[in-house]
């Protein structure tokens, strides 16, 4: 079985601050690990996911978050929040099948000027 | 341009009358999945399918029904829909699998009243 807690449905940050965004997951394998980004009134993209390999890992507008094997986690942070980054966050788990990608109920960021 | 289309994206629908929505996407992709996001809940699977003539239940099939008669077209069917399917929907591909990077469709509001 596999599954993923976000901490924290709403998360307020003001801009230029840090982002954190929290993630925890289940699994029963070594697990695949995806944020998705969701702007208003759009689908889903990839910010970034883990596979295998260094555990620190890059995404697209600056985002990166660490796979914590220990603790169970993939914290979602950027250095320095912008108003252009408010939107709905999913952290996403694919573990010991290849068909279902498990999400979290999702955290809403806003971004305060 | 490499998508997934969704068709209607809102719909307005009385309980009992029959509706598809479909779903192409032009990128060769393998697999395909229905998801439903209802607030609070963020994304839950549908139905998935790994290959033509190939799908299978996903956490919440009750309700539904698909085909995947042709790689690019995954439609989603609600024989009888009921006040408890209205949400949004969003139709995925990816080239093989869950743990590859899934595209997303922008989604198809549906009410049922």
């Known amino acids: 079985a596999q599954s993923v807690t976000q901490l924290g449905s709403h998360v307020s940050v003001s801009e230029g601050a840090l982002v954190l965004l929290r993630c925890n997951y289940s699994s029963s394998v070594p697990p695949y690990l995806f944020w998705y980004v969701q702007y208003p009134n759009q689908g889903l993209q990839l910010l970034l996911k883990?596979?295998?390999?260094?555990?620190l890992v890059k995404g697209i507008n600056g985002f990166e978050a660490e796979f914590k094997k220990s603790e169970t986690s993939f914290h979602l942070t950027k250095p320095s929040a912008h108003m252009s980054d408010a939107a709905e966050y999913f952290c996403?788990?694919?573990?010991?099948?290849?068909?279902?990608?498990?999400f979290g109920k999702g955290t809403l960021l806003t971004v305060n000027p | 341009e490499a998508q997934v289309t969704q068709n209607p994206r809102y719909l307005i629908t009385v309980t009992g009358k029959k509706l598809t929505v479909t779903c192409s996407q032009n990128m060769n992709h393998e697999y395909m999945s229905w998801y439903r996001q209802d607030p609070g809940l963020g994304l839950r699977q549908i139905y998935y399918s790994m290959n033509v003539e190939v799908t299978d239940k996903g956490d919440v099939p009750e309700g539904y029904k698909v085909s995947r008669k042709e790689k690019r077209n995954f439609p989603l069917i609600l024989e009888s829909p009921s006040p408890n399917q209205t949400s949004l929907y969003f139709c995925?591909?990816?080239?093989?699998?869950?743990?590859?990077?899934?595209?997303f469709g922008e989604g198809s509001w549906l009410t049922v009243v």
């Open positions: 883990y596979t295998t390999g260094a555990t």
């Open positions: 995925a591909s990816s080239p093989q699998g869950a743990r590859n990077t899934i595209y």
């Open positions: 996403a788990v694919s573990g010991g099948s290849n068909y279902k990608l498990t």
